[in-house]
């Protein structure tokens, strides 16, 4: 194994010379090292914290103790570091204890043949485990991103379990009714608090929770009983915020005059909060949406839209991903080839971000284009198999743009291709898979010194 990095090896053991053995064999196989010995648990102890260890090997037994006592302080301390125990007189009970305390793999030196592909399998895992490590946090922080949005927005934004129960509110909902989200779950039901007898049994509040819709109109009742007209939407999905599971919207539309211009803000607002969960879902892709809506908008521009046609294609492109807000994050970010069943998954999410988007009253046709995006002129696309003027014009745009932006970019089962590439992918298939004069578009555009 030939790696451009030191590995960097601790071993614990009270004899140098075993350890240095063990040494030459790593170097005769290839690896190239970065070593230190020690002797016991307190040099142990000392050498952990000394610098970033790759792989530790330990001897079974020790003077006054066994290697696997090691294991109880790296846990405490968080090291999640390959342990591999060597030994030449251990048997198998001493195999079975040593994989008990937490060791990650026990080698025989009868058998130490296993050693090599023992520490490429555990290198291996323990990078797998760091970029799990990686994504937890990047999920932690887009949570709290997400969080932080919600606190920012100007509208009032509350969650509900999947029991119905309050669980997130923001600082907008406590100002205008005058609760805290504490006073609301003392309360028992805090619906009753907050809307009028006659709201109560409105669809927005009953057992079955809707799965998304718009602008339902529903009366407020704030602490000192002003009543305040808010309009609603909701959206059930997966979110980066544990036990959240149905958020609602509201805008207060008691004075009509300025809910005109709140709406407008409001709508951005949301498609922009909706792209970010989208990434979240689906962090190796973040700024995809964005990117395609750049190129799309100046595609259609190119194409002589008039401009709030274009400015349709831009919202088109920036939701044109929401379906996979539906798809499990290992899917999305799985390096490798995808199987029958999760790519079948993935093409599910035009239909999905269809289903979300449908009953929004966009005044461009925003739900269908979405449905659409992946769909080719030889009917070999999906979900529906369209061909060439079964699909509208504004979709053969962005499906142009994503296959563009999405070849040009990094994706976690390979590395970026470049604009060249992508340009050339949409050459050789222009009037087979991708609209011709989409296609011209996109090179002229380019050639104008469009970039991402």
């Given at each position: 194994?030939n790696?451009p ?11 140098e010379?075993d350890?240095?053995?063990?040494q ?15 002797r016991?648990?307190r040099?142990?102890?000392e050498?952990?914290e000394?610098?970033?260890w ?6 079974y037994?020790?003077p006054?103790c066994k290697?696997?006592d090691?294991?109880?302080w790296?846990?405490e301390r ?8 060597v ?16 060791a ?7 058998n ?15 990078e ?6 990686w994504e ?10 997400l ?6 927005l ?9 029991e ?6 923001n ?8 609760y805290?989200?504490?006073?609301l779950?003392?309360s028992?039901?805090?619906l009753?608090?907050l809307?009028?007898e006659a ?6 509040f ?12 529903l009366?407020l ?8 007209s808010?309009?609603w ?9 544990p036990?959240?599971?149905?958020w609602?919207f509201?805008?207060?539309i008691?004075?009509?005059?300025r809910?005109?211009?709140?709406l407008r ?12 969960l ?5 962090p190796?892709t ?6 395609v809506?750049?190129l ?10 008039s401009s709030d046609r274009?400015?349709?294609?831009r ?14 994050s ?7 080839k995808?199987?029958?069943i999760?790519?079948?998954l ?15 009253d966009f ?9 659409q995006?992946?769909e ?5 696309g999906?979900?529906?198999g369209?061909v ?8 053969k ?13 990094h994706?976690?089962?390979r590395?970026?291709?470049g604009?060249e590439?992508?340009?050339?992918e949409i050459r ?7 609209d011709p ?9 380019f ?6």
């Amino acid at each position: 194994m030939n790696s451009p990095q030191p590995l960097h090896i601790l071993f614990l053991e009270d004899n140098e010379e075993d350890a240095l053995l063990l040494q030459r064999k790593l170097e005769r196989e290839g690896f190239s090292l970065f070593c230190a010995v020690a002797r016991n648990l307190r040099e142990f102890r000392e050498r952990a914290e000394e610098a970033a260890w790759d792989l530790i090997i330990a001897d079974y037994y020790l003077p006054g103790c066994k290697g696997t006592d090691a294991l109880p302080w790296m846990r405490e301390r968080h090291l999640d570091i390959p342990f591999i125990l060597v030994s030449g007189i251990a048997g198998e009970e001493a195999a079975v204890e040593t994989m008990r305390a937490g060791a990650h793999d026990f080698i025989s030196k009868n058998n130490i043949a296993r050693l090599i592909p023992a520490i490429e399998r555990e290198l291996k895992e323990a990078e797998i485990r760091k970029k799990h490590r990686w994504e937890e946090e990047q999920h932690r922080m887009a949570e709290e991103r997400l969080l932080r949005i919600a606190e920012e927005l100007p509208v009032l934004i509350f969650a509900l379990d999947r029991e119905g129960r309050m669980v997130g509110w923001n600082r907008q909902a406590q100002e205008l009714t005058g609760y805290s989200l504490q006073e609301l779950r003392d309360s028992g039901n805090p619906l009753e608090r907050l809307f009028p007898e006659a709201e109560r049994g409105r669809s927005l509040f009953g057992s079955s929770l809707p799965r998304d819709f718009s602008h339902e109109e529903l009366d407020l009742l704030s602490k000192n009983q002003e009543i305040h007209s808010i309009t609603w939407s909701s959206m059930a999905a997966s979110t980066p915020v544990p036990g959240w599971r149905t958020w609602f919207f509201g805008m207060d539309i008691t004075h009509k005059k300025r809910v005109e211009n709140q709406l407008r803000n409001i709508t951005e607002g949301v498609i922009h909060s909706l792209v970010a969960l989208v990434e979240v879902r689906d962090p190796y892709t973040s700024g995809h949406q964005e990117r395609v809506a750049k190129l799309a908008l100046e595609m259609a521009r190119e194409s002589g839209f008039s401009s709030d046609r274009a400015e349709g294609i831009r919202i088109m492109s920036l939701v044109h991903d929401l379906g996979k807000i539906n798809i499990p994050s290992e899917i999305l970010c799985k390096p490798g080839k995808l199987s029958d069943i999760e790519r079948s998954l993935i093409q599910a999410h035009p239909t999905i971000g269809y289903d979300i988007l449908k009953n929004i009253d966009f005044p461009w046709p925003v739900a269908s284009v979405v449905l659409q995006h992946h769909e080719r002129l030889n009917g070999s696309g999906y979900p529906q198999g369209l061909v060439d003027r079964e699909i509208s014009e504004e979709a053969k745009i962005l499906a142009v743009a994503d296959v563009v932006e999405a070849m040009s970019s990094h994706r976690p089962y390979r590395p970026a291709l470049g604009i060249e590439a992508a340009l050339e992918e949409i050459r050789q298939n222009r009037g087979v898979l991708y609209d011709p004069q989409a296609v011209s578009c996109c090179e002229e555009v380019f050639n104008k010194g469009f970039s991402f």
